[in-house]
T-cell receptor, first 109, second 114 residues
Framework: RKEVEQDPGPFNVPEGATVAFNCTYS??????FFWYRQDCRKEPKLLMS???SGNEDGRFTAQLNRASQYISLLIRDSKLSDSATYLC??????????FGAGTRLFVKA | EAGVVQSPRYKIIEKKQPVAFWCNPI?????LYWYLQNLGQGPELLIR????????DSQLPKDRFSAERLKGVDSTLKIQPAELGDSAVYLC????????????FGPGTRLTVL
């Protein structure tokens, strides 16, 4: 079992839709969590950190459920420009950063 | 502010040849990472440096891969000899600290081994 698992998708949604991605992690000692965005043939870039209390940044909401060991990313009012791969990241004890395989999102007009 | 710089951007070599990748992190960032990313997968850590010290190289195939970060700034990742399965994108990232700080990635080097 991979330490960080994501639904690979792809998710195909129309503009304006709401879409949610889940990610599970196996190491209960994981301390910090992030969502990165990666455009095709580009480098990953930080989208947002995930806090225990949940956090929101415009149309994006991230939540953490430590009891069930999963994090989620909700995108509201999807835009064409949201089309990308979304990488779930867990930072574990021992200073290890583990990336999930990514979930591909296609937003269509 | 300049981001993470990597070179070359693309490299095509024949198997059994050596290859080297170079990375210049963001100024002031103490932690430097080398990742390997295969198509359809997330980045996989090869080695992490805190200043000039390699603090996590458990995933680095040491029989053919080597890395160095002299003076705690620039870093070089080398493969010798390259194998077909080494074809991938090699990403360098840096962060201010190593404890969960945001990582900033360079554009990567796309390696093709023929």
């Amino acid at each position: 079992r991979k330490e960080v698992e994501q639904d690979p998708g792809p998710f195909n949604v129309p503009e304006g839709a709401t879409v949610a991605f889940n990610c599970t992690y196996s190491n209960s000692a994981s301390q910090s969590f992030f969502w990165y965005r990666q455009d095709c043939r580009k480098e990953p870039k930080l989208l947002m950190s995930v806090y225990s209390s949940g956090n929101e940044d415009g149309r994006f909401t991230a939540q953490l459920n430590r009891a069930s060991q999963y994090i989620s990313l909700l995108i509201r009012d999807s835009k064409l420009s949201d089309s990308a791969t979304y990488l779930c990241v867990a930072y574990t004890g021992g200073f290890k950063t583990i990336f999930g395989a990514g979930t591909r999102l296609f937003v269509k007009a | 502010e300049a981001g993470v710089v990597q070179s070359p951007r693309y490299k095509i070599i024949e198997k059994k040849q050596p290859v080297a990748f170079w990375c210049n992190p963001i100024s002031g960032h103490n932690t430097l990472y080398w990742y390997l990313q295969n198509l359809g997968q997330g980045p996989e850590l090869l080695i992490r440096y805190e200043n000039e010290e390699a603090v996590d190289d458990s995933q680095l195939p040491k029989d053919r891969f080597s890395a160095e970060r002299l003076k705690g700034v620039d870093s070089t990742l080398k493969i010798q000899p390259a194998e077909l399965g080494d074809s991938a994108v090699y990403l360098c990232a840096s962060s201010f600290g190593g404890k969960g700080d945001t990582q900033y990635f360079g554009p990567g080097t796309r390696l093709t081994v023929l």
